[in-house]
């Protein structure tokens, strides 16, 4: 399941959270406000460190290819949700991927499926509930997971279960020991890498309350994700994407608005207003 990206991504967001009035949706804002600063800690001791060694060793084009894998094993995964939806369009779209993509894109080193037209159609557990009738629940913001709701943090538990790549992590014998870790570090590296590029760091350093407004994107692409508004960036399956979504909502709502310009200046034959 690819989805620590955009949860890291709204993680990232909440770096000077302020303490305000209880939000509708968000009954438990005390308790999620100081979840961010937790994860705000452990992102400026291990996450970010340890994220800017990697981006230092490791090439540009290497970094995008070992994104563009963890984003094809998560094909599989929202094939089956698709499946449970009830939408077998969006089901065989996602298989198609990842064979196009773990084939001629190499292990899904490079998305192939987009050029020859099969676009990215995310899927995840919280997606499936909330079509079958479960309906938004409260905000909650997870310990490292960062940004969730009930809803979407029962599916995140029921994933570990149905996710064929969570699975084989867990279960293949024909991993050697230390590789399923190996693998989940480096999953979060990646993130962590594409939203430094993505310029989430120098936004920590001038939205005015990051947690209220990373809180809100969340339910945007989270509402666009349910909807398959696929041509919404929030959805897309591109860590990204998802990033420059929240980072517009901080740029819209902290940016300095321009004064509006000053009336035309009176002519010779018309007095002054």
Known sequence: MRAIGPLLAAVLLAGCATTGARTPGDPYEKFNRAMWGFNM???????????????????????RGISHVFA????????????????????????GRFVVNT????????????????????????????VWGVKRSAYLVLPILGPSTVRDGVGSVASQFIDPYRI????????????????????????????AEAGADDFLKTSADPY???????????????????????????????????????????????????PPAPTANEPPK
């Open 72 to 95: 094809n094993l998560s094909e599989p995964f929202s094939a089956i949700n698709a499946l449970l939806q009830g939408n077998a369009k969006r089901a065989f779209n996602s298989l």
């Open 212 to 262: 209220a407004t990373a809180r809100s994107a969340f339910f945007q692409r989270r509402d666009a994700a349910i909807a398959n508004r696929d041509g919404d960036a929030a959805v897309s399956n591109s860590d990204d994407a998802a990033v420059n979504a929240a980072l517009k909502e901080i740029d819209d709502r902290g940016a300095p608005q321009e004064p509006p310009p000053p």
């Open 41 to 63: 800690g452990v992102d400026k001791v291990v996450l970010k460190p340890a994220s800017n060694v990697y981006r230092a060793v490791t090439p540009k084009p290497a970094r």
């Open 168 to 195: 084989c992590l867990r279960d293949c014998e024909f991993l050697p020991k230390g590789v399923p870790t190996a693998i989940n570090v480096m999953e979060v590296l990646s993130a962590r890498s594409d939203l």
């Open 103 to 130: 084939t001629i894109g190499i292990g899904g080193l490079a998305d192939h499926a987009s050029k020859i037209g099969l676009k990215p159609t995310p899927e995840d557990f919280g997606q499936t509930l909330a």
